[in-house]
Every structure is written in C-alpha cells, then in structure tokens.
C-alpha cells in the first residue's frame, strides 16, 4: 500500500498510531499527553523531585510522588528523574510493606542511618 503510493508520487499517509504532535512541551501520542522537557527543564525537575523527597524522607511511595509531581504526563520524565537520582547515590529505594502491597520506599542517603557495626560480634584480621 505504501509502496503504491510513493509510486504514484504521493505522500504517504501515517496512522494513528504513528502520528504525534508537539506543543508547550507536550506530546500527544494515541490520546495520551506526555512532557518532554529540554536539559535544563529536567535538571529543574530533578532538583524538584529530590526536594519532596528529602522533605517526607522514607514516607513517599511511587504513587505519592507520582501525584506531587503532576501525574499522569509527568511519569516518564519522573522514572528518568528517579534513575538518574539513583545513579548518582542522592536516593535510595527502600522495599517495605505499603497499604495494600510491597512497596519502594524514596530514601535520602545524606539523612539515611547507617547501621553500627555490633559489639558482639569482632574480626581481628591477622
């Protein structure tokens, strides 16, 4: 069909699916908009998210933050954040038990403790 057309020279027509468009930052792909964001607008967001995570550290789950952030077109460009956060050893993700499930837990390791080694239990090294 496609081959037809570029024959006859005519433009090929894209679906649905394939068609996207941009505006103020945001894409719309199949009905659902999406924020994509220069450099130094992530690098913002970043230091946004770092922010709200310090400020309730160990009480934020995904949802949480996912909500505070401005949800739903937000979610890629917050996993991006949340991954490269973790990269940088600025978070830590915790497994605990949520409301309903096992959750991740946002941790900020400045502010994390660290566990003391224990006193019942000593290696001397020879």
């Known amino acids: ?72 077109p937000y979610k890629p460009v917050l996993y991006k954040a949340l991954m490269n956060l973790a990269r940088q050893q600025r978070i830590v993700r915790i497994r605990g038990i949520g409301k309903y499930r096992i959750e991740f837990y946002y941790y900020d390791t400045k502010k994390l403790r660290k566990a003391s080694p224990s006193a019942a239990v000593s290696y001397a090294s020879l």
Do not use: C, Y
């Open 1 to 72: 069909m496609a081959t037809d057309s570029l024959q006859n020279g005519e433009k090929p027509q894209l679906s649905s699916q394939q068609n996207s468009t941009e505006s103020n930052n945001s894409a719309t792909n199949n009905g659902k908009s999406v924020v994509t964001l220069n450099n130094a607008q992530f690098l913002e967001f970043q230091e946004k998210v770092f922010s709200t995570i310090t400020e309730n550290n160990g009480k934020l789950i995904f949802t949480d933050l996912f909500d505070k952030m401005g949800g739903a």
